[in-house]
């Protein structure tokens, strides 16, 4: 099953891979990716508003494939099957191997999931490094000795990963913290599923192992942020500033209500069959009391209450539950088939939850048909006329200004490693202002500026002060326009 579903996520993911970008933060991420290439070190000089794991991981990949938007996303084509492999593992090692099995076949099959292979973004590959730092939690609890302890701390060394690739992956803490406080969790259950008390000196024994435990964790985490930082230990500043203060100010300046954010963790979450089957397994897990499984429930409720909390909150994000509600499902299908193997209503309960099973994939898969046909649709023509019009009046190696990055990209221009990120957020978090535009253009002396996307207009008075020093050599319909430096006739001052 795990195997299938892993050939079905190929590809799946492979239908998208040469498809044109329709996401912003793709032409944010493929110019910086582009920067990095020419020897432009991170926050220093690339503005970077993720932690420094993301595009380091994703950049071996663009540079060995052709230096693509393709090759980026072959980077995130391999998170997204290590994610799913360690799926298997968790489930298998949290339970039993269909547990892994069928939150494999899940996950692969899921919309949200899928999608985040065709767009170069950092959920995937944070949720990548997750998904193991539980497996190799769940792997050490079943372990003795040394073999307990390297466990332990490689699962903090991939948590420490996935939050040097984006902040939010401190969500699996929550259910790595569970499961290591599993055996003493036991201590307190029947094998009935009654409540006992253990004695106060047993419980003393287990609570020092625990501790012990959540260090080997903390030690991992350390060291694999301090190895991913050290070597941009004299811009620490500048790393912190980009990639923790900048979302703080940012929240500050775009922030939605609960409820807000609630309807859109509802809205995504409705397209994904994750929903449906998870919650159809947290029912039976209920009723059937497999406290076993409260470390993959608690840990879907930690990703949606996170999620609430997440400002600016854009509906990609919700694919941060998908693992979680995929072992749940899991553990579902896992009580389906066994609780009733010595009763009359075997035959029922393995008829359907199989049913539930396959209508669930292939509603995922007529979901994630559709979106990689509107994946691979025909970039807009608008785009293309202003790539064009791009390389019209630029030469090959000259630097362009831009606000949408991915024409400059379909152009094979750069733009200045400062600017890869010119976005909304930037801009209304004060991250981006028009005195720091208007300085940095008069100071580096950028001959080409194209307004495309409208973010350049959230900058008041910055188009004004461009006719005033550029002469308009095209026009665009949504009031793109693009600009040229005349050095003889109107220099910048």
Known sequence: MALGSIVVALVLSLQTLNGASKDYDEGVYLQSLRALAEGHPLFSSVFS???????????????????????????????????????????????????????????????????????????????????????CTALAIRAQGRRRSWLLVGAGALLGCALMVKLFALVAVIPMIAILATPLARRWLGDDGTIRRPSRAILEG????????????????????????????????????????????????NSHSLGSNLDIIWRALLASPLL?????????????????????????????????????????????????????????????????????????ALTVSRIVLVVACAFGLFINWRNNAAANAPLPARSIEMAIALQGISAPTEVVLSDDQYVATLANRDVPPEMVDTSAVRITSGYLTTAQMENFITR??????????????????????????????????????????????????
């Open 49 to 135: 508003s993720q932690p420094p794991l993301f595009l380091l991981s994703i950049y071996p990949f663009y540079a060995l494939f052709g230096q693509s938007l393709s090759a980026a996303r072959l980077g995130l084509l391999f998170f997204s099957l290590a994610g799913l492999m360690g799926m298997f593992v968790a489930g298998r090692a949290l339970q039993h191997r269909v547990v892994g099995g069928v939150a494999c076949l899940l996950l692969a099959f899921d919309p949200m999931y899928e999608h985040s292979v065709h767009v170069v973004q950092a959920e995937l590959p944070s949720i990548a490094f997750q998904i193991w730092a539980v497996a």
């Open 444 to 493: 580096t002396r950028v001959h080409v500026i194209l307004f495309s996307s409208g973010r350049f207009d959230l900058l008041p008075g910055f188009r004004a002060w461009v006719v005033a020093h550029y002469t308009q050599v095209a026009t665009f319909d949504h009031r793109g326009a693009l600009y040229l430096l005349e050095p003889t006739n109107n220099p910048p001052v």
């Open 206 to 253: 287990d609570l020092r192992h625990l501790l012990q435990f959540l260090l080997l964790v903390a030690g991992g985490v350390a060291g694999a942020m301090i190895l991913i930082l050290l070597p941009l230990a004299g811009h620490l500043g500048q790393v912190y500033d980009q990639a923790v203060r900048f979302h703080l100010a940012a929240a500050q300046t």
């Open 276 to 348: 449906y089957t998870g919650a159809v397994a947290i029912a039976l897990l209920v009723w059937q009391r497999e406290w076993m499984s409260l470390p993959v429930i608690l840990w879907a409720c930690a990703a949606i209450v996170t999620l609430a909390q997440q400002q600016p909150l854009f509906a990609h994000h919700a694919v941060l539950v998908c693992p979680a509600l995929a072992l749940v499902a899991g553990y579902g299908a896992c009580v389906a088939w066994t609780a009733f193997a010595s009763s009359d209503r075997q035959t029922v």
